[in-house]
């Protein structure tokens, strides 16, 4: 929580907004300003805290806490009116059909552009002159993808070698890598798939890019709820009582096996990854919202 | 019920958000086609190991292979390999091999077709179309690429062939200034400022990258307009799979519009790990059965478990609503985590119904 930007990666679908937000609003707690940046046009978090549209600009969720919905064409704007000290200019270049072509068209520049933005984002001298965060959190896309948007600077500065994008990728993707300025925060479900590509997300980073996780953390853990004994004596007296009974004894050792079979594969990941695990409890709210979010960071409090 | 979706389908693209249970879905069409007597070949990225080691796919490989299982008809899997697919498909191109060497060994051909998002959604499309043109299947089931937004990988054909469009392509390496006169003044101002912002070196690397393309240009573009018809093609189904979750109603109902719009054939949504509970348990009775304390314990579990299952009732239903008379298949959230053969059989009955 003492970098200035946090990367929360991860399997679709394994909570990683979820994380992302209740990340945000400890490190909000602890008196850094923060900014939760969503990519690729997700636009989730405002309905989670009840805000109104988050937009293209900074948005208050809570008290020290924003966010900023990065937009490739709007990230490219600024980074072409930087790179050419002139809004003419760049409004000519961003507007002409040969550059809409090769920028629309050429796979990775809008992860390159989104990754500048976050980069900036991060920066202690804003490049664009917007406000300054003590830290930037970004939502990353699922694995593959955010992979992808980790790498694209690296792939650019490859690309380029030399002149005003080597130098600029070089810069970000040198950010990235350095471990007291950029964190990794992988988020998993205590399933089998999602432990595998946990393990993989961390394998991966380290071989493709040189970077570390630091930090794994663990969504939607059921409750310890029923005992070894107690789930015995479930199944010995659970087919005596009426239907609804049984229906209802069937499916809370449905929900026990389920527990068992996530301590399992938490601690397959426990034993896989090097990075340290936290585990987050399953949120039986049916739709979650800032009351949540608060709890889950309660949890994050304790670890982090 | 997914049998009369793709009665006389020759291709099924499964479509949806990451995280939603797609790879799986997949293959449990696939292989419920095969015990319907079908030869079917299921093509998918990088699906969890344990689900390639049931379907008998040891590690990426970009040819298909019998998947060991009983059933009447054919059951063939692949795990696509995007970089080796492009490669393959520059081979195809090339008119000849000083052509396809220059542009398989271009630096900046290795960064972009390895390492960059958006080649893996063109090479399934790409390899889709081989596939099917090949014939040597009656249903082809592809497992898209998990994109956030789930339409991403149409556009991909397009993007990339205007990437190596013949367009762009002259104005960088027309000799002397002759080609951007000929694309009028404006143009030409903006590849003078466009130096400034990329630098010299960046546009002649680009300039010989486009230009060890040569002839190839047309051969993508007529491909990428060949990947669109069979997208549009009556024998071509899209399926929608979807988690019963608030966030993909908005994108179910944004998906089945862009379809029609784009005059794509949309066959039905599966939604998959739904939540499912009974009746009302009487706590009285279970403290009676169990004890106090498990009694209420099972209680409270039972109540949560019927909560979740109301939520999703609920979306599903207002999902239903929102997209009328769109045919819906739910599928419970079963047990355990589907990984295996028998995973997958046993989402058959709710699929097949």
């Not at chain 2, 998918?44 to 292979?65: H, S």
């Not at chain 2, 300039?207 to 018809?229: I, K, L």
Request: glycine share 10%.
């Amino acid at each position: 929580m003492d970098k200035r930007l946090v990367v929360v990666a991860g399997k679709g679908g394994v909570g990683k907004t979820t994380v992302a937000a209740a990340l945000g609003l400890l490190a909000a707690r602890r008196g850094r300003r923060t900014v939760l940046c969503e990519v690729a046009a997700q636009e989730r978090l405002a309905g989670l805290f009840g805000v109104s549209d988050v937009g293209h600009g900074e948005v208050e969720l809570a008290p020290g806490l924003f966010s900023v919905s990065v937009q490739p064409e709007q990230a490219m704007r600024e980074w072409l009116r930087h790179q050419l000290r002139s809004g003419a200019l760049a409004g000519l270049l961003g507007g002409s059909r040969l550059f809409g072509y090769l920028t629309a068209a050429a796979p990775g520049v809008s992860e390159l552009v989104t990754m500048g933005k976050v980069w900036d984002l991060a920066q202690l001298e804003r490049r664009t002159g917007g406000s300054v965060f003590d830290l930037a959190i970004v939502d990353a896309p699922a694995t593959g993808h955010g992979l992808a948007l980790m790498s694209a600077p690296r792939t650019y500065a490859n690309i380029a070698r030399v002149g005003p994008i080597a130098r600029q990728a070089s810069l970000i993707d040198a950010f990235l890598r350095d471990r007291s300025a950029t964190g990794v925060a992988a988020v998993a479900l205590p399933e089998e798939m999602p432990v595998n590509e946990t393990v993989d997300l961390e394998r991966r980073l380290d071989e493709e890019l040189g970077m570390e996780v630091d930090q794994v953390v663990v969504n939607a853990v059921l409750p310890d709820r029923f005992g070894a004994d107690e789930a015995r004596r479930l199944r010995a007296d659970g087919h005596r009582g009426s239907d609804a009974a049984q229906a209802a004894v069937r499916a809370a050792l449905a929900e026990h096996d389920r527990a068992r079979g996530q301590r399992e594969q938490l601690e397959r990941l426990h034993a896989a990854v090097s990075a340290p695990v936290a585990t987050l409890p399953y949120l039986f709210e049916p739709e979650p919202g800032r009351a949540e979010l608060e709890q889950l960071a309660d949890r994050l409090e304790e670890i982090l | 019920m997914i049998e009369d979706w793709l009665e006389r389908k020759e291709v099924c693209i499964c479509a949806g958000s990451g995280g939603v249970g797609k790879t799986t879905a997949s293959a449990a069409i696939a292989l419920g086609m095969a015990a319907r007597g079908k030869k079917v070949a299921v093509l998918t990225i990088d699906p969890a190991r344990r689900l390639a080691n049931a379907l008998g796919l040891p590690e990426l490989g970009n040819e298909e292979r019998r998947v060991d299982v009983d059933v009447p008809g054919e059951l063939w899997a692949m795990m696509l390999d995007a970089k080796r697919t492009f490669d393959e498909l520059i081979e195809w191109h090339a008119p000849d091999e000083r052509t396809r060497d220059a542009v398989l060994s271009n630096r900046i051909y290795q960064e972009l077709s390895g390492a960059v998002a958006g080649s893996q959604e063109y090479m399934a499309m790409e390899k889709l179309h081989e596939l099917n043109q090949e014939g040597r299947y009656d249903l082809l089931v592809l497992d898209t690429p998990p994109t956030r937004n789930a339409l991403d990988f149409l556009e991909a054909p397009r993007r990339l062939s205007e990437f190596i469009d013949s367009r762009s392509l002259q104005l960088l390496t027309a000799p002397g200034r002759l080609g951007l006169k000929v694309l009028g003044r404006g143009t030409s101002v903006a590849f003078s400022v466009m130096k400034r912002a990329t630098g010299i070196d960046l546009l002649q690397d680009l300039a010989e990258f486009f230009r060890s393309f040569g002839d190839m240009t047309e051969g993508f573009r007529q491909r990428a307009g060949r990947v669109n018809e069979l997208l549009a093609d009556r024998s071509t189904a899209f399926v929608l799979v979807t988690s019963p979750r608030r966030e993909a109603i908005d994108e179910g109902v944004y998906f089945h519009r862009r379809l029609k719009d784009m005059g794509l054939p949309f066959a039905g949504v599966i939604a998959n790990r739904v939540q499912v509970a009974g009746g009302r348990a009487n706590r009285r009775e279970l403290d009676d059965l169990l004890g106090a304390g498990l009694g209420a314990e099972v209680y409270d579990s039972y109540a949560r478990s019927r909560a979740l299952a109301a939520r999703d009732r609920a979306n599903l239903d207002e999902m239903r609503r929102r997209l009328r008379r769109t045919p819906m298949i739910e599928v419970p959230h079963l047990q355990d985590d589907v990984h295996d053969i028998a995973g997958l059989r046993r989402m058959d009955e709710y699929l097949f119904g």
